[in-house]
Structures are given as C-alpha cells and as structure tokens.
C-alpha cells in the first residue's frame, strides 16, 4: 500500500526548517510504515514554489529540499486513466454545483486512480472528491 503526499505536507515541512529524514518520520508516526509518493502534479507545484522564491536563499533552500525528497519518494505521473477520472469527477462534481481547485483534483485523481489515499494538512478540497481515501497530517 502507498499514499500520496499532498503539496501541503512537503511545504509545511520545509518552511518548518524540517529536514525531508523528519518529514519521512512524521509520515511513517502518522500512516504506519507504506510507501509515501508524490503524484506529478504535485511535483510541479513544488517546483512553482522554487520559482516564486522571494529570495536567492529561499530559492536554494526550496530546491535542495525537493531535491533531497525526490531522491527518496516514488513520482506517480499523471495518466490518460487518471485524466478521464478527473474528468468525470469534475463534470459530475461541477454539475452539483462543487468547484474542486483543478491541482487538487488531480492530485486527488491520481490517488483514487492508483488506490491510494491522500496525506494532506488542508482537508477542505480533497474531501469535495468522492471515494478519496484521506489522511491529515
């Protein structure tokens, strides 16, 4: 079994000072011993934050965390099986009247498209997708 670590996790980590050893430890003390991973579309949001670094320092400090984690997490890419989940969920979402931020739902899809559930510190987005399995860190 496996999970996928939303963005929020790794960014609250390394804003913390965490080192990505810390953050791996929190996950196993929170979900047991599973194989924690990042979905692509949550690899791209890391990499936006990099970019939108305020400082040289930030910038650095930002890549050599990701870095670090992506020596250590499985990438799960996004799929045509998991866009026309997310297709479905967001059409039949949508026409109930509930907007899902598109990068939670397809970080959301991709949970649900592998089996796995979501580990996430905001709950809000992820629980307007039905059938994803959640877990807050």
């Known amino acids: 079994m496996g999970l996928i670590l939303d963005s929020s996790v790794v960014i609250a980590a390394e804003r913390r000072g ?3 050893e810390k953050l791996i430890e929190q996950v196993i003390s ?6 924690a991973a990042l979905s692509s579309v949550g690899l ?12 040289p320092a930030m910038r650095l400090r930002r890549q050599s965390f990701i870095d670090e984690l992506l020596s250590d997490l499985t990438i799960y890419p996004y799929t045509k099986a998991t866009a026309l989940l997310a297709g479905k969920i967001d059409g039949e979402q949508q026409a109930q009247g509930v907007t899902i931020p598109f990068g939670d739902l397809l970080v959301g899809a991709t949970a649900l498209e592998l089996g796995f559930p979501v580990l996430t510190v905001n709950l809000r ?3 307007l997708i039905p059938g994803l399995k959640i877990v807050q860190l």
């Open 30 to 35: 929170v979900t047991g011993d599973q194989d």
């Open 125 to 127: 987005h992820f629980r």
């Open 44 to 55: 791209t949001e890391l990499v936006h934050g990099v970019y939108r670094a305020q400082t």
């Open 18 to 20: 965490d080192t990505v």
